[in-house]
């Protein structure tokens, strides 16, 4: 059982070494993240959820909801590796490309929030919904870049996610 328990120790410092090292913007992310989840579940609880047809809370779409903050965050490693390729080397550290990542992902998720505010009946200040839609604009030229669809073609929108 010793055994077990430093172990744990070990990977759980070994984890959190790791984040305390992340840059202050990731952290924001993360909260963002993290609140969108949960007033995505607040919503679902209330009965006014946007993900699904009746309304409810849904195992299927907290589920969806929680991959897709997984895959986001491997989006930010990703664009982490590209920050570290290009300054290997150099003798500097910069995170451009992290966080311009970041700031995309913390505005559309901060949008996601003020969404599921909104259909819990909470009034939202306009003000701060355009300036998170010009914060995600501005984190990649205005235009979100979404995979080709199945049939081949290119499919590019500015829809919400």
Known sequence: MKKI????????????GYFIAMPPIVWILVAVMTLDYVTGLIC???????????GGLSS??????????????????L?????????????MEIAAVTGATCFWFVASEGLSVLENAAAMGVPIPKV???ALEIMRQQGNGGEEHKPPDASGGKNYSNDDQ
């Open 5 to 16: 328990v430093e172990v744990l120790a070990v990977v759980g410092g070994a984890i959190a």
């Open 44 to 54: 679902g609880l209330m009965g006014v959820s946007p993900k699904t047809e009746n």
């Open 60 to 77: 299927g779409a907290a589920f969806k909801g929680l991959m897709k903050k997984v895959l986001i965050l491997c989006v930010v490693g």
């Open 79 to 91: 664009a982490a590796l590209i920050d570290h390729a290009v300054t290997q080397g150099t003798g």
């Open 128 to 130: 701060l919904l355009r």
